[in-house]
């Protein structure tokens, strides 16, 4: 059964005994997570990403292929706004909370690399960082210097490829993830005996399916999220709220 409990109540003295003991910990973050940073997410109905422009687009490889320029673009448009912003209160949190339950492994399907600068060491970052670019034909690394030297170019050739072209190291609708991130993020969630799930609508995959898994292999399940989500249903608590609230409750929590 599932408690869900608002930002104007008390924490449940249960949640909070639990996570005392949790001796291994995986937190799934999504774009909500740095919603509050100023970073739109994709779904939400007046300011996500797909509600002005179509996903299929900008976020697969047809859609690069079809308008390179375009695509270029908007990544440059999203990494200038990302490095306008900062980490709120929920990815600085979420680093606290790593130092005193130990082990703890943070997966995310953000691609700002907030969770390091708030503090996170270990990281898994499933689809991507935005601030890397690759060559769409070898995908090997094109340094920042490449792209600095190209100002005014859209989209920018690859120094590896004649027919290739700078494109983001994310992960594209359509793309394999990482084997290896992806190996260690299920694994890790086999072996948790909590699974916080916190800004994330859990319709995209394979992400969406660590929290089946950690449940299903024992471990308990807190939500932090305003709205009901495709997760919801495998939550043994679900924070209705802002994660930059309820993230730094979790870790007050730890201290009382
Ligand atoms: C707050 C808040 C606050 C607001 N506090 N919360 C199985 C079933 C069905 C389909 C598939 C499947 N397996 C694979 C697929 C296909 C596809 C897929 O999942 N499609 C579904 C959409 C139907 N998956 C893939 O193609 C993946 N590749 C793959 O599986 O390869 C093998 C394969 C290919 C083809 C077929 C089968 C197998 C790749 C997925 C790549 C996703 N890429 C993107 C773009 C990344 C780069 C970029 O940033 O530009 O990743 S799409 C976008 O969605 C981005 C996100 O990481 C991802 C998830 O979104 P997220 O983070 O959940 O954001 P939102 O906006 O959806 O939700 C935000 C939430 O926050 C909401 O709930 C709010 O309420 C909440 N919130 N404010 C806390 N303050």
Redesign the pocket.
Known sequence: MTLSISVDEALDPGLTSFLKTARSVVVL?????S??SGV?????AQQ???ARHD?MQ??TPDGFARDPGLVWDW?QW?RKLIAETSPNA?HRAIAELAGQLPGLVVI?????GFHQLAGSRHVLE???N?QRSICSRTRRDIPASWLDAHPDRSPVPSPHHPQGLAR?D????????DEKLLGAAFAAAQACDLVIV????????????IPAVAVEHGARMIE????Q?ELSRLADWRLV??????LPRLVESLSK
């Open positions: 973050t999504g774009a909500g997570v919603a509050e739109p997410t994709f779904r939400d996500g990403f797909w996903p900008l976020a990544y999203r929920g995310t399907q953000n691609v700002d499933l689809h991507g935005i983001p994310v992960v594209w609708f359509g793309e394999s993830l916190a800004g994330t609508s859990g319709v995209v995959h394979p992400a969406a399916s932090v999220n305003p709205v989500t709220g802002p994660s930059a609230t309820w």
